[in-house]
């Protein structure tokens, strides 16, 4: 094997090996998403809604242990929508 072709499978071999490294190594904090007044949201059940972000900036919600990427809101309001025509 010439010598330039073996540097070269040597050199993309480590990147793949490097990327591959910080992909699987990776690991975002859980956030929280928030009320309009800062505090953490509760769903219907009490728990707290938590998203992650990817390597790639990606949000994502972890389901069943599946990623479900979706749009993440910066804030959720819970106070009740009242109708004033319902009377």
Do not use: M
């Given at each position: 094997m010439k010598k330039p072709n073996k540097i070269l499978i040597i050199v993309l071999v480590s990147c793949i090996a490097l990327?591959?490294?910080v992909f699987?190594?990776?690991d975002?904090?859980?956030k929280y998403v928030t009320k309009?007044?800062?505090s953490i949201y509760?769903?219907?059940n009490g728990e707290p809604r938590l998203y992650y972000t990817d390597l790639f900036g990606n949000k994502f919600y972890q389901d069943n242990g599946f990623r479900e990427y979706s749009a993440v809101p910066v804030w959720i309001d819970d106070?009740?929508?009242s109708n004033p025509d319902a009377n």
């Open positions: 990327f591959a490294v699987f190594l990776y975002s904090p859980a309009p007044d800062g509760l769903d219907k106070t009740p929508v």
